[in-house]
């Protein structure tokens, strides 16, 4: 059973930066990906960014140039720096590993969504 952790979450003001972190635990060794997703206030979840196992990167427009997927494999983290953060990055942010990227996010999941580690941005 895929476990996921989210951290590193906090408030902080326009133009600042932040660097989440995903504990994995479980099976994984069948991932084809691994990514960031987040869901802000009244929106559907999103995908954001992926990493996928030949070390392809993908981003959502909304996050390309600011926001840098990687992971240690050693401590089977994901990170995810996140710089030049602007209001409209406030959500919450979740991590995932699954079989498929579709666009920008990383799709056909093993385990469920774990608790998600909020992000707010003020202007």
């Known amino acids: 059973q895929v476990q996921l952790m989210e951290s590193g979450g906090g408030s902080v003001q326009a133009g600042g930066s932040l660097r989440l972190s995903c504990a994995l635990s479980?099976?994984?060794?069948?991932?084809?990906?691994r990514g960031w997703h987040r869901q802000a206030p009244g929106k559907e979840r999103e995908g954001i960014a992926n990493?996928?196992?030949?070390?392809?990167?993908t981003y959502a427009d909304s996050v390309k140039g600011r926001f840098t997927i990687s992971q240690d494999n050693v401590k089977n983290t994901l990170y995810l720096q996140m710089n030049s953060l602007k209001p409209d990055d406030t959500a919450m942010y979740y991590c995932a590993t699954g079989r498929v990227v579709v666009g920008s996010s990383c799709e056909m999941r093993f385990g469920a969504w774990g608790q998600g580690t909020q992000v707010i941005v003020s202007s």
């Open positions: 479980g099976y994984t060794a069948n991932s084809y990906c």
């Open positions: 990493l996928e196992n030949d070390g392809r990167t």
